[in-house]
T-cell receptor, first 117, second 114 residues
Framework: AQKITQTQPGMFVQEKEAVTLDCTYD???????LFWYKQPSSGEMIFLIY??????QNATEGRYSLNFQKARKSANLVISASQLGDSAMYFC??????????????FGRGTSLIVHP | ETGVTQSPTHLIKTRGQQVTLRCSSQ?????VSWYQQALGQGPQFIFQ???????GRGNFPPRFSGLQFPNYSSELNVNALELDDSALYLC?????????????FGPGTRLTVL
């Protein structure tokens, strides 16, 4: 069975600084995908970034980068130059291989990020 | 292009009652997924509908059921409500079920069961 662990229930960061949100995963599959989502207080989940298990380079999307360490089974999200609008819940997720071709994610419990001015 | 909408925004029910939640998908999206997010947890997959047929189901009992209509909007029905059904229910409108970046979530319906 798959498992996603986010050990930081809450994180605080000063505006314009970088912050790393931790995610570790457990799977026996060789082929898998890892994702990060942002959930503002309004409720909707917003896709941020994706890393495939066979991707050799770390994924980047604007201010978001994914620090993928396959041997350690970690997929940490790095947000550079934090902005006040980054304050939200952040979820790490993994594609469930039982879903075949469809993307059906297993989510972690999330990390609450608060950006201070 | 309009976003994903869900109704109602909030709902209060009592144990044993039945509830129907609605989701309007984005134009051109033929796939919808539903998720349950309990307080302090990540979302859990309930089921997915593709062109009006159930296309995958998570670990939820049969009292959770759904429908997808010809216009690809969807309903989630929960019978015999239990206290633990209190949660935020999210739907995702999907243009390509293989890709995470092609799933667009609605704002959710907050269900409270008393």
């Amino acid at each position: 069975a798959q498992k996603i662990t986010q050990t930081q229930p809450g994180m605080f960061v000063q505006e314009k600084e970088a912050v790393t949100l931790d995610c570790t995963y457990d799977t026996s599959d060789q082929s898998y995908g890892l994702f990060w989502y942002k959930q503002p207080s309004s409720g909707e989940m917003i896709f941020l970034i994706y890393q495939g298990s066979y991707d050799e380079q770390n994924a980047t999307e604007g201010r978001y980068s994914l620090n993928f360490q396959k041997a350690r089974k970690s997929a940490n999200l790095v947000i550079s130059a934090s902005q006040l609008g980054d304050s939200a819940m952040y979820f790490c997720a993994m594609r469930d291989p039982r879903s075949g071709g469809s993307y059906i994610p297993t989510f972690g419990r999330g990390t609450s990020l608060i950006v201070h001015p | 292009e309009t976003g994903v909408t869900q109704s109602p925004t909030h709902l209060i029910k009592t144990r044993g009652q039945q509830v129907t939640l609605r989701c309007s998908s984005q134009s051109g999206h033929n796939t919808v997924s539903w998720y349950q997010q309990a307080l302090g947890q990540g979302p859990q997959f309930i089921f997915q509908y593709y062109r009006e047929e159930e296309n995958g189901r998570g670990n939820f009992p049969p009292r959770f059921s759904g429908l997808q209509f010809p216009n690809y909007s969807s309903e989630l029905n929960v019978n015999a409500l239990e206290l633990d059904d209190s949660a935020l229910y999210l739907c995702a409108s999907i243009s390509d079920p293989r890709n995470a970046n092609e799933q667009f979530f609605g704002p959710g319906t907050r269900l409270t069961v008393l």
